[in-house]
């Protein structure tokens, strides 16, 4: 309450169930926590697990993060057993009935606002009714998006002035207007929900709904540092008038090993251990890691072309492959490259310890799909990148790290194709590669990566922007009588 300063700010954080949102929601609690604040975590019965172990370790350290579980309506919204993380949805119907039971879960976050009475809800974007449950009970709600400034400033700019509708093709460039630089895309790396008429899709009138619910909450939380987009953290405050608070980078906030190694799920690589000892022999900036987050699904052909365009680079790697063994078997490796690339390549199938490779000397670029986490971990690891982006705001992100800060280029995917990603062959793998890893261009933008990490880092110690940003957030809440 007003006036009651030393009262405890209770925050209910509530992440959409998929890996690049509940990453950084657990990192942000952790964060608040660390400050003073009580802060629990919304979660459905089969994600919380995957909390568990860094909530543990944060309670071993002095900062508690409460979890209160819910049901999530699986049946109910006609979703296979099981299916309570958004990376389990694999077809665009399954991620549709996905949205769905989200939609469902508004009644039980009620009753814990009502049995709890928390200070603050701080909600995922894709819950397009937390702004009004939380005014129901009379408390603000914070957005968290999970991407950065850049990519929110273009999306807005497109949907006010529609430059997609005045070029003659698909493929003929035009530029983002009212952006702090000039920014060049086609309308065929814009997501589906930005071009379709917005009440002529479910996707479309759920996204404008998401829109409608930020523009009427308290502020927007953003994992993102000023000094890696401070053009357009200006323009999103200012031109866009929002209230928003920088914090990231996130994942720079875990100091603790277990806690880099263990972050959305358990890494399927010998408890982490190998590939770092084997990253320790390799000489510095001298691997390059490639991987494309939780949701992205490229199909054999794909991975063929992509293991063709790694051999053909000469460069050492690591390489993430989602898709499972088939009984042993590998159709689309081709003959003979795993014991070619022995000492040189290293594939992990499922999940990788993505921070710790990222922040290991040895590796010196990052082939990435752009998702948000991945860039900032890039950027903080201070590392250049080949990005390859696939679906959702990958495009915008692309567009940051290869026309503004000049950190990376482009694989060449030209096409926005949810889940699957547009095809790229093996001579622009081949060429991405070898042009990030090696050459004059390939130092000048490691050179830049490197600033920006440091950068990052200073961001989040105390007195760094993201610190005295964070500081500030909390005292807006409490001077509104949270
Ligand atoms: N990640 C990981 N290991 C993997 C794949 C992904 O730790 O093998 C983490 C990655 O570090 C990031 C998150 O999962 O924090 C993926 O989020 P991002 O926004 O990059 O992409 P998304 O998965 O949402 O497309």
């Known amino acids: 309450m007003a006036g009651n300063e030393n009262r405890q700010l209770h925050m209910f954080f509530f992440p959409f169930m998929a890996q690049g949102h509940m990453i950084p929601t657990i990192d942000m609690a952790k964060l608040f926590a660390s400050r003073g604040i009580k802060a629990t975590i919304i979660t459905t019965a089969l994600n919380a697990p995957l909390l568990a172990k860094t909530i543990q370790r944060s309670k071993n350290l002095g900062v508690e993060i409460g979890v209160l579980v819910i049901k999530f309506p699986t049946i109910e919204a006609g979703l296979p057993e099981g299916c309570e993380s958004f990376h389990m949805a694999s077809s665009h119907g399954v991620q549709q009935k996905f949205f769905k039971a989200t939609t469902m879960l508004e009644p039980q976050i009620e009753q814990l606002l009502q049995e709890h009475a928390p200070d603050c809800l701080l909600a995922d974007i894709f819950f397009p009714w937390a702004t009004d449950t939380a005014t129901k009970y009379g408390i603000p709600r914070l957005v968290f998006h999970g991407t950065g400034f850049f990519a929110l400033c273009a999306l807005e700019c497109l949907r006010l002035s529609e430059p997609y509708k005045n070029v ?14 000039d920014i060049k895309l086609t309308r065929e790396q814009l997501p589906d929900y930005l071009k379709e008429n917005v009440e002529s899709t479910e996707f ?106 790694l051999e053909a680079s000469r460069q050492q790697f690591i390489w993430v492959v989602k898709k499972e063994k088939n009984h042993g078997e590998e159709e689309w490796l081709p003959e003979g490259f ?145």
């Open 168 to 181: 003659s093709s698909d493929s003929e460039p035009f530029s983002i207007p009212n952006l702090p630089n």
């Open 204 to 309: 479309a009138k759920f996204f404008k709904r998401c829109r409608e619910s930020e523009a009427r909450s308290y502020g927007v939380v953003v994992n993102s540092f000023y000094e890696l987009e401070q053009d357009y953290v200006d323009h999103y405050r200012k031109v866009m008038g929002r209230k928003a608070w920088h914090i990231g980078p996130l994942s720079v906030c875990n100091k603790d090993t277990e806690d880099k190694a263990q972050r959305g799920k358990e890494s399927s690589i010998d408890e982490h251990g190998y590939c770092l000892k084997w990253l320790d022999t390799k000489k510095p900036h001298s691997v390059v890691y490639i991987c494309f987050g939780s949701i992205a699904d490229f199909n054999e052909s794909q991975l063929t072309e992509i293991a063709m365009g």
């Open 338 to 482: 795993e014991k070619r690339m022995e000492g040189k390549g290293l594939i992990i199938r499922g999940w990788a310890p993505q921070v710790l490779i990222l922040d290991h000397e040895a590796v010196g670029g990052f082939v990435t799909h752009c998702g948000w986490n991945s860039i900032l971990e890039g950027v903080a690891a201070g590392v250049s990148m080949v990005t390859w982006p696939v679906s959702a705001e990958q495009f915008f992100n692309e567009k940051l790290v290869t026309q503004v800060l000049k950190i990376g280029l482009s694989v060449g995917a030209l096409r926005w194709v949810s889940l699957e990603g547009d095809s790229v062959n093996k001579d622009a793998i081949e060429k991405a590669v070898s042009r990030i890893m090696v050459g004059g261009e390939a130092g000048e933008m490691r050179n830049r990566a490197k600033v920006l990490g440091e950068l990052a880092r200073r961001a989040v110690e105390e007195g760094g922007s993201s610190v005295l940003d964070l500081n500030a957030g909390i005292e807006d809440l409490k001077s509104i009588g949270c």
